[in-house]
């Protein structure tokens, strides 16, 4: 949060701070927090901030959001975002989708 004192528009400030809110388990600020860079930054600047934001979502059980998420950034990072890709998997996996996932 100190660096966002100094500078609320930085959208990897926004992004830090939401993957240190994912490691306490405070899914919802970290949602807020990835969506707050992505807002400053716009999807296509800050792609990991999108799957960041899809990991959130799958924690707080948003598993439709989650799936919509990934599938708009794989859209646009077809085979240049493995993370993207895995968490697309990981998803689908624990919805059952056992063959789409794979």
């Known amino acids: 949060d100190v660096v966002l004192?100094?500078?609320?528009?930085?959208?990897?400030?926004?992004?830090?701070?939401?993957?240190?809110?994912?490691?306490?388990?405070?899914?919802?600020?970290?949602k807020d927090s990835f969506q707050q860079a992505l807002d400053i930054s716009g999807s296509q600047q800050f792609a990991f901030a999108g799957v960041n934001l899809a990991i959130a979502q799958y924690e707080l059980k948003e598993d439709e959001e989650a799936v919509k998420t990934l599938r708009k950034l794989l859209a646009r990072y077809a085979e240049a975002f493995p993370d993207a890709r895995a968490a697309y998997a990981l998803?689908?996996?624990?919805?059952?989708?056992?063959?789409e996932a794979e």
């Open 5 to 30: 004192q100094d500078d609320p528009t930085d959208p990897a400030a926004w992004n830090n701070r939401g993957n240190a809110l994912l490691g306490l388990q405070r899914f919802e600020e970290a």
């Open 91 to 99: 998803v689908l996996w624990d919805q059952g989708d056992r063959i």
